[in-house]
């Protein structure tokens, strides 16, 4: 399951929740069902480090790294 950044625009509440395709959000602060999502970093392997995520510049291999000779 994923864990998404959620922000309410009716009062600027910003939270996470680990949802499903069943999960109902609401705000915790308001009870607004109108909130925001946004992908956010997950967890990763036994100890719970956060999984990095490269910058476009920094990446190595395919078309979109430079490994294809393109750029």
Known sequence: MPIYEYRCPTCGTEFEKLVDSRTVVACP???SPEVT???SLF??????RLA???SPGTMSGGCC?????CH
């Open 52 to 54: 990095a995520v490269p």
């Open 43 to 48: 967890r990763a392997g036994a100890g719970g």
């Open 65 to 69: 790294g430079g490994g294809c000779g």
């Open 29 to 31: 602060s308001c009870e």
């Open 37 to 39: 999502k946004r992908l």
